[in-house]
């Protein structure tokens, strides 16, 4: 079936972070459509505010059919002319300030630039360490200060390792290594823990995926080989399986889900705490 | 001043990303206060929600006041369970969802799981791609496949390249490589960009930093020396911004921003599109 299309269009005097993920969590309610997107970030005066007015005015015109807008915009006055355009506008401060500030009992101090994460000098320090631990850790690149991790996420090749330590350390400020496992892991002799991981029992976390899917992923990487062959794949995936199973691994089943969702995962799973506003 | 002390629950029958953004945008608008934050994820059941609705009660009594509470839950149960609470209940769905079905004409089909990013093909190859090209380019590490960079972020030591560069690539699906400056590059006989650069010169963007800031910086990574001396600091912050001035390199002072807003500027500068949803 074709999917019905609308345009939508994001809008923030700052990053526009906020006003996309409110956007992501209603539009993916409606998976009949298909959604153009639109960012215009840093909406800060009111000539950029009138030139994003009149665009959405125009859409709708070209379209037949109104924009969807969401707004995060701190300055009363942009959100007024954005208000004017021809879109259906979403507007977080509309929705929530006023009962916000009626439960605070204080009026807020709207001010441009602070519809994100506002500079915080710990948060800053914590985040850019994790950052730079995850990096230094990434594929085993070394077993030094595993006593430093928070989390050590192992798993096979293109299991989604990398991304998923990334993701922790750059929005947790979790210090996340990374153990790509090998078929030596498998066959140590005493069926346990090799001795480089055994001493971290506890941090240890596994991913796993489906046999087909790894496939499709390895052939992108690497086609027609022994590494990518659904034959390959399907055999390493059960002795990994197998291995978290034997040495009391806790591991997810990745082949659904995103990044965030993972990531997510893991920090309920393993009990962690974020580290960074 | 003492600033006043609130708790702040974020749930979600998922990831809490969009909820704890929601949260963040509106509450950075009251810089008075401190809150305390509280994150429940994967409340997918009833008696989850339970716990949770009892915890934010046993809050209220404990505290005498209500927690502020940010809530996507997508199952309508879940979500009354949580309005019962002795919480502030500000709740995506409810604020919104109402509005959008009017406007799009369809009921929605709430789903638990879908309160953040679905898992999309293309979008997951990008940003593995994305991440992995980053990781392979960090800290000048190759400067094979320039080429493919979508940008090319230059700086000094401690200039925020790496968590600039990864959010980049994390968010965005930005193939982004960061060449760290040295004095070399400052001292290239013609003044000009260095060979290696030159044929990249569009793609290049600068950070620069306070040089007070830049010795806070670096003396938490190695104290007492010659790298993280102010005088040392205030030449090379001198000497980066007159390159990036005598070559033609746009640049910005990251100084008192968040990794969200430097990776929001260079998109808007150098007229980047998002590749992922």
């Keep these: 079936m074709n999917k019905k299309t609308r345009t939508v269009f994001y809008i923030s005097d700052n990053t526009a972070v906020a006003a996309h993920h ?35 005015t125009k859409t709708a015109n070209a379209e037949g059919q109104k924009p969807i807008v969401f707004s995060s915009l701190v300055n009363p006055e942009t959100r007024q002319i954005i208000l004017q355009s021809d879109g259906v ?111 971290y029992h506890t941090k240890l976390f596994g991913l796993t995926i489906d046999a087909d899917r790894l496939h499709v992923l390895r052939t992108k990487r690497i086609p027609n080989s022994r590494y990518s062959s659904l034959k390959q794949c399907q055999t390493e995936v059960r002795m990994a399986e197998d291995f978290f199973n034997s040495t009391n691994i806790p591991y997810v089943n990745i082949t659904k889900m995103s990044v965030e969702e993972i990531a997510a995962h893991i920090m309920h799973e393993k009990n962690l705490q974020r580290r960074i506003n």
Tied chains: 1, 2.
């Design 89 to 199: 506008v979403f507007d977080i401060y509309d929705a929530f300030l006023e009962k916000m500030e009626n439960e605070l009992r204080v009026a807020s101090t709207p001010t441009i630039g602070r519809s994100y994460r506002i500079f915080d000098e710990t948060s800053y320090q914590i985040r850019i360490n994790a950052v730079n631990y995850t990096l230094a850790h990434d594929d085993g690149l070394t077993r030094k200060d595993y006593h430093k991790a928070d989390v050590i996420i192992t798993g096979l090749s293109r299991t989604g390792k990398t991304p998923t330590c990334v993701y922790l350390a750059m929005q947790f400020g979790i210090n996340a290594a990374n153990y790509p496992m090998t078929e030596d892991d498998f066959y140590s002799t005493d069926k346990n823990l090799s001795l480089i991981l055994s001493p």
């Design 22 to 56: 409110i956007g992501q969590s209603l539009l993916t309610q409606f998976q009949d459509f298909y959604f153009r997107q639109i960012f215009k970030t840093f909406v800060d005066t009111l000539s950029v505010a009138w030139e994003v007015a009149n665009e959405i």
